[in-house]
């Protein structure tokens, strides 16, 4: 007998069709699920990604406009960091934090270091229609990589790093943190919305954990961190 696919399956198909670049289905696909689901903030990040990585600005903004007239409200991204039993918590351009002039220098070291590895930005995470400098910036801000920057500063040489996110994690600051991982010989583990992401030595695992499985990430992404 067919069935019709539930919104998870069709969450799972734009978050492929966002991974590989199809702009097309995705479109067809966002639209509908923005249809079925008006108020879930993560059927537009999506579709809004989708758009910004085909430079289609105009659409991003529409998008948003639209976000605005259904009410839809985002989760600004946190992520923190335990330090003996004190919480830390950073949001994107976090100028907040006591040290932050540190942890900025820190991520300016980082950027140099990785760079020397062969890093390059992944700047179609930035859904905004700015230069492309200023998108580099504004991915070495995002609150995984100031609560990491901090871990290196506050904690001696192998210690391993802990971080939580409340959001998923973006392909940057995956690549960011891999690299990391390597050039500073550091164990990082990162516990996102989705799943837990250990960094060992330049290599990844992947893992659920306990996690349930959730409807493909598409609660609220990182629309509203990368503002
Ligand atoms: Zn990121």
Redesign the pocket.
Known sequence: MPMTPSPAVWGALLVACKVHGNIDMGEKIGKLLIELDPKNGGRYALLSNIYAKAGRWDDVEKLRALMKENGVKTTTGRSTIDLDGIIHEFKIEDSDHPRAREIYAMVEEMMVKLELEGYVPKTS?VLFDIEEDEKETT?WR?S?KLAIAFGLIITSTGTPIRVTKNLR??E??HSVIKLVSCVYKRDIVVRDWLRFHHFRNGKIKEENDGLKERDSGLKEL?IKEQV
Request: hydrophobic share 20%; net charge negative; aromatic share 0%.
């Open positions: 995470e991915l995002h995984e994690m973006c940057d600051c990182q």
